[in-house]
């Protein structure tokens, strides 16, 4: 490093001195304003709000993650109007200047951050230098210049790299410093627009899905603090991986949670049969659920009679139908519907008491409506979602939809005695959740994400769709890796489903994160998966893929993952369900700790995470394991960023072991 460059770096050290105050600064402001706060409120409402606003944010600096406060410079030349001359730090949040002062840090959600991510040497955008830095903890050890107007340009440049191949241990990171330009175009895009990402792994689609949460709450937050933001994962490990990356940001209001878990309004104690859970996620059951639910509704068969005092008010048969009728054809949620009608017949009720003199007050009212309730239990009952799907699945209601052997295939051997009794499924959890946005309208978000979206059933995208009819909605997913036996083969359906048929469709085709060793030795599995996915191109190199054949696997993975605990990094032991208990014991056995860097899980709990180093046990076993065992293999093989080791005391599966034609 030259002289000019050592003092250019030891300015730099003393303005993160100054960001530090300021952080401090900010802290004590906030705290100070809480206890200020109530006094300054007009009421006791706003007084309320504005200390949870107060509050909420002394909270969030006060735990301020350890990191820097900047990773990025622009300084702006000559070709910017707007900024010329001057220069932005860019971090993760914003951090105050001094009193009166111009901000020390630019959050880099703000509009002139774009131009960190967007900005290159034929479109620079008024930036006459790019400065990246490096860091080793909150101390800052070196930086890199792009000269942008000058025609400089580096997207690989060792910074940039060193960041982006970062060793792994524990959570996933945010990757704020490293964002590239087609990958800012989907984080900033509006909150209107609905957006499908296809991408391979490694091409940073989940960071860009949590990325954009972090965008839309800043760009629209009060908006989307009426709506909120819903984050869902396809397991709890996966959201275990990712949980950190949005509090890092600086954004802690989103809820971030599970299909299963956001529909979980009774306990799952049974399974169902393969054949049962396909049958009750194909959306044929909706069908049936709809068709079950309103066969409850009756033609009124006697007039409604009010007593009122000396006086009865009635209203005819005649009108009755053709109210209920009418109701119907308006297509209102269930029980929106059955207090449509009892409105309806209070008011037709009112008219004739009126008629005669009468005052209809609140308390009149009130009376009125319980009277004609009789006469709605009979014509438009109330019900529960679980009287419905009881019903249904003891075969009380007809299913016309199905197939004979379909509706064998979902009938309960023993019917419970009532729905209190009933021992309900996880596919049960999701019929539910259609009769239940069929009786009410569910809560709606201003946003939602769905990670790994492809492996979703129809009935599971009906059940987003409820949640997001109002809202945008973030589909991220990559149909090679789909792995369940609904898995989506194709996008465009998958949409429609989703209540967003017009969505934007964009595939990722750069890899930034996964070794082009590791693609190459995964993408031999591609052609047998029957799925169209664009061909990703790796930009890291220097990794390492090996096909080890043992005699013994067990004493073959332990050498294995010693091996790997040799490097730097996390080391995740993925292996078939029914062999992570035997292979978890030889692991100790052999002396090593299955904990902290290194860890054991099984191949249905893979998709969505990362390891430096990978040790796949026996290819063939995953593959036998399911229905769609090579799609579940590809996943396992892609979960390594740096280092690959596929043990194997079986025959490799044919595709695995055969070399692609060059």
Known sequence: MSALDEERLDEERLYVQRC?????????????????????????????????????????????????????????????????????????????????????VIDWRA?????????GARDPQGVAVRRRFGWSGRTLTSFEDERLEAGE?????????????????????????????????????????????????????TAVGLHRAAYLLYAHRERLRRGGVLVLGPNQAFLGHISAVLPTLGEVDVEQTTLEQLLA???????????????????????????ALYARIRKPAEPVVVADGSARWRVREDELRRLVDDTRRDALPYTTGRERVRARVVELVRRQAEARGRTATAAWTRMAGRAVTPFLDAVWPAVRPEEVLLEVLSGQ??????????????????????????????????????????????????????????????????????????????????????????????WPPHLELLGKPGGRLVALTEGFRVPAEVVELAGRLLPALEVDVPVTRAHRAGGRARLIGVSELRHG?????????????????????????TLTAALWDGGLDVAGRLGV??????????????????????????????????????????????????????????????
């Open 557 to 581: 993975v332990v050498e294995a993952a010693r091996q790997a605990l040799e490097f730097e990094g996390s080391v995740g032991v993925i292996a078939a369900d029914a062999q992570v208990n």
């Open 111 to 119: 509009p002139v951050s774009r131009a960190f991510y967007r900005a």
């Open 153 to 205: 340009e580096d997207r690989t440049g060792r910074l940039l790299a060193a960041e982006i191949e970062r060793p792994r241990v524990g959570p996933m990171r945010d990757i704020v410093a490293t964002i590239q330009p087609e990958q800012d175009d989907l984080v900033r895009a509006a909150l209107a627009e609905s957006i499908c990402v296809q991408g391979a792994p490694g091409t940073g689609k």
């Open 397 to 490: 209601t007809p299913a016309d939809a199905l197939t004979p052997a379909e509706h064998r295939a979902i009938l309960w051997s023993r019917p419970p005695r009532g729905h209190r009794s009933a021992r309900w499924t996880a596919a049960d959890l999701v019929l539910l959740d259609e009769l239940a946005g069929l009786l009410e309208r569910p809560r709606g978000y201003g946003h939602v994400i769905v990670d790994e979206a492809q492996d979703l059933s129809p009935m599971q995208c009906r059940a987003v769709a409820r949640r997001s009819e109002h809202g945008s909605i973030t589909v991220l997913g990559d149909l090679a890796q789909g792995t369940t036996p609904w898995a989506a083969r194709s």
């Open 601 to 662: 899980l099984p191949a249905s709990l893979a998709k969505g995470l990362e390891y430096d180093h990978v040790v796949v046990c026996e290819p063939a076993a995953i593959v036998e394991a399911e229905e769609r065992g090579l799609h579940r293999l590809y996943v396992v093989l892609t979960r390594a960023v740096s280092r690959l080791d596929v043990v194997h005391a079986r025959p490799l599966p044919p595709q695995l072991a055969r070399r692609p034609s060059r």
């Open 20 to 104: 530090v105050a300021g952080l401090s600064r900010m802290l004590h402001d906030a705290r100070e304003n809480v206890v200020v706060g109530e006094s300054v409120a007009g009421d006791r409402y706003s007084a309320e709000r504005l200390g949870r606003h107060l509050k909420s944010l002394a909270k969030e600096l006060s735990e301020e993650p350890d990191g820097p406060p900047f990773f990025g410079r622009l300084d702006f030349g000559p070709g910017s109007a707007e900024h010329r001359g001057r220069s932005y730090h860019i971090g993760r949040r914003h951090i105050s200047g001094e009193r009166g002062g111009p901000p020390l």
């Open 265 to 291: 309004t009774v306990p799952v104690r049974a399974e169902d049969s393969p054949a049962a859970a396909g049958v009750k996620h194909d959306p044929r059951m909706a069908v049936v659920l709809r068709e």
